[in-house]
């Protein structure tokens, strides 16, 4: 069993994949950009750094302004849509 992981505070409650992307050609992807708020502006990056398809690192952006509010370990309580 895994221990809990941190849940970050998004700009809205939905959540909108933007861009998933293989950064390492091995076919899976490895970085998303989401959009929470529903205005189009991404808000929500995650990374899977690892190669095993899981999100290792999330940030959010709370107030849109390209620096990251929260950085967290994981998924942050916003897993990518599949």
Known sequence: MTEPQETV???????????????????????????TDGDGKPDLFQFDTDGDGKVDVTMVDLDQDGNPEAVVEGDGGVPPQA
Do not use: H, N
Request: proline share 4%; glycine share 12%; aromatic share 4%.
């Open 9 to 35: 505070e998004t700009r809205g409650d939905d959540r909108v994949d933007l861009i998933a992307t293989d950064t390492t050609g091995d076919g899976k992807p490895d970085v998303w950009v989401a959009d």
